[in-house]
């Protein structure tokens, strides 16, 4: 039997880049199309978790495993939000300037059969104190956009974080011990 269709329920160019480190190449690209609105009072983990399982059911398939992601910022029990303009990426900057968060990165898998796994990654990054400068000067870079929180870790945003503790890919998007671990339980192959 050969290995098993893998299906990325993703559009973001950061976790396909992340799935190929794995030695991965998924088979075909199916981004979920859900809600993504939190309910009242929902906490940060059961939140990343709920999207993950939702976008893997969304897209899922009778021809292979589904893996979806979700990665959300969250200071103390707020769940930031995506930043889509620049008012948004400022508040979630000023708000994580010199504090301590966290990055819950959850993936599930769905298999043909409807079985669905997951996991969650949780990291602890700090920012050091930002001055309105540094907040300017990031927000001109434009990164900030559709992030969570409002940064990228993999950009201009990695100078100005004092400390991580956890997964660096799991802050970028897609946890790859996690996601390795997730998928040789489901019996893909990885080197």
Not at 66 to 81: F, K, N, W
Not at 159 to 186: C, D, F, M, N
């Amino acid at each position: 039997m050969g290995q098993p269709t893998l299906i990325l329920a993703s559009a973001s160019p950061r976790r396909r880049e992340l799935i190929a480190r794995l030695g991965l190449e998924p088979a075909a690209i199916n981004p979920a199309d859900i809600d993504e609105t939190p309910a009242a009072g929902e906490r940060p983990r059961d939140y990343a978790i709920r999207m993950a399982r939702e976008k893997a059911q969304a897209a899922a398939s009778d021809d292979g495993f589904v893996l979806a992601g979700d990665t959300v910022v969250a200071a103390g029990r707020r769940i930031l939000p995506k930043a889509e303009d620049e008012v948004t990426a400022r508040k979630c900057l000023e708000l994580l300037s010199g504090r301590r968060h966290r990055v819950l990165s959850a993936i599930a898998l769905r298999a043909p059969d409807g079985h669905m796994r997951e996991r969650l990654c949780e990291t602890m990054v700090l920012f050091k104190r930002l001055s309105a400068e540094e907040i300017d000067a990031y927000l001109a870079s434009g990164e900030w956009e559709g992030k969570a929180g409002g940064y990228a870790i993999q950009g201009l945003a990695e100078g100005l974080i004092s400390r991580i503790q956890g997964s660096h890919s799991g802050v970028v998007g897609l946890p790859l011990y996690e996601t390795r671990a997730l998928l040789k339980s489901a019996g893909f192959q990885i080197v």
